[in-house]
C-alpha cells in the first residue's frame, strides 16, 4: 500500500492508473476508522482496479470550532487498518495542500438537499463537504466513489455536487454499519463513555419505531411525538432534530406517509453529536 502525503504525489498515481487503464475506487475519510468506513473499503476494492482512501480532517465542513478540535486523528493507526482491508493508495494532504488559496468553502445551489437538518443545524456543512470532495475527485479522478448512508444526505449532496461540476463519477451509496447494540459506527463514538454507548441503542430503536409506526399507517406528526417523548423519559441523550424527509429531495415531509421515505435523526450524548436514519420503506 502507497501512502500520499502530497498532491503532487497523489497526482502521479492516478496518471499511471489511467495509463495502465485501471479503474479507480474512492472512499473519502476524516481517518479514526472503523469498521464502517472499512466496508467501504472492501466494496471499493472488490469494485475497482486500485481503491484510494483520503484521510483528511476537512475544516471547512465543521461549523462548531471544539468539534474540529476534539475530532479523534489517529493516523498510524488507520494506515495500519486501511493496509488489511484492499486498499492500494492513502492520501492524507495537509490543509495547506487542500485550501492553497485559504480555507474558504465555495457555495453550491443544493436546493432543498441541504436545507433542513444536517444543512439546518449545521450552517456552512454541506458547502464545506462539497468544495472538499470536489477537490479530491478533480485530483484523484475516480470513477466510483463510496459513501455511507449514516450520512445519508450527504450522499445526495456530493452526487448533486457532481452533476453541478460535470464531473464523471458514479456516487455510489453503501449501508450503515452498526455496533451489536444498533449504535450506527461513528469516529465520534470513541468520545463516548461505556454507558453512554450501552444505553446509544436508544437511537436505532427509536428509528424502528418510527418505522413501525409508519407500518402501521400512523402520520408524521404522530411518530414525531412518540420519538420526542421516548426522549423525553431519559436524561442521557438530548434530541436536536427527529424528522421525516422524502428519500429523493429531502424535504421534510408532514401528514400520510404516501412518498418514499426516511427518518433523521440528531442527538447530543453530552457534547458529543451522533446522527441515524432508517428507511420507513
Ligand atoms: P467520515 O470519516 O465520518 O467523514 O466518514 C467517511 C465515510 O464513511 C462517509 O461516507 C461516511 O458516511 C462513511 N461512514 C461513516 N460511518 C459509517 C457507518 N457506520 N456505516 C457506513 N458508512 C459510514
Known amino acids: 500500500m502507497k501512502v500520499c502525503r502530497t498532491k503532487k504525489e ?5 496518471q499511471n ?20 468506513h ?14 484510494v482512501v483520503s484521510v483528511y480532517v476537512n475544516p471547512t465542513q465543521f461549523n462548531n470550532p471544539e468539534d474540529l478540535e476534539k475530532y479523534p486523528r489517529t493516523l498510524e493507526r488507520d494506515i495500519d487498518y486501511l493496509q488489511s482491508a484492499g486498499c492500494d493508495v492513502v492520501f492524507t494532504p495537509t490543509d495547506d495542500d487542500m485550501y492553497p488559496e485559504g480555507k474558504k468553502s465555495k457555495s ?14 449545521r450552517p456552512g456543512h454541506f458547502d464545506g463537504v462539497g468544495t472538499v470532495v470536489q477537490k479530491l475527485f478533480e485530483i484523484i479522478e475516480p470513477n466510483n466513489a463510496y459513501f455511507g448512508e449514516k450520512d445519508y444526505q450527504q450522499v445526495l449532496v456530493v452526487r448533486k ?6 464531473l464523471d463519477v458514479n456516487v455510489v451509496g453503501c449501508p450503515i454499519e452498526r455496533e451489536a447494540n444498533g449504535l450506527a459506527k461513528s469516529s465520534r463514538n470513541e468520545r463516548l463513555t461505556d454507558e453512554q454507548m450501552e444505553k446509544g441503542s436508544i437511537i436505532y430503536k427509536s428509528l424502528l419505531m ?24 431519559q436524561e442521557m441523550f438530548d434530541l436536536e432534530y427527529f424528522n ?6 429531502m424535504e421534510l415531509l408532514n401528514g400520510t406517509i404516501d ?23
Do not use: C, W
Not at 38 to 49: K, M, P, Q, W
Not at 161 to 166: F, H, I, R
Not at 244 to 249: M, V
Open 108 to 121: 453550491y445551489p443544493f436546493g432543498s438537499l441541504a436545507t433542513k437538518m444536517e444543512g439546518e443545524f
Open 259 to 281: 412518498v418514499p421515505a426516511r427518518a433523521f435523526i440528531a442527538v447530543f450524548a453530552g457534547n458529543v453529536r451522533l446522527i441515524d436514519n432508517i428507511s420507513l420503506n
Open 244 to 249: 421525516i424527509a422524502n428519500t429523493k429531495t
Open 10 to 14: 497523489m497526482q502521479s498515481v492516478v
Open 210 to 233: 418510527a418505522r413501525d409506526l409508519k407500518e402501521k399507517g400512523k402520520t408524521v406528526e404522530e411518530i414525531e411525538k412518540a420519538v420526542k417523548e421516548t426522549f423525553n423519559q
Open 17 to 36: 492508473a489511467q495509463a495502465n487503464n485501471q479503474s479507480i475506487g474512492f472512499v473519502a475519510t476524516m481517518g479514526a476508522l472503523h469498521s464502517g
Open 38 to 51: 472499512l466496508a467501504l473499503v472492501e466494496r471499493s476494492a472488490s469494485d475497482n482496479d486500485i481503491t
Open 161 to 166: 455536487m457532481a452533476e453541478l461540476e460535470g
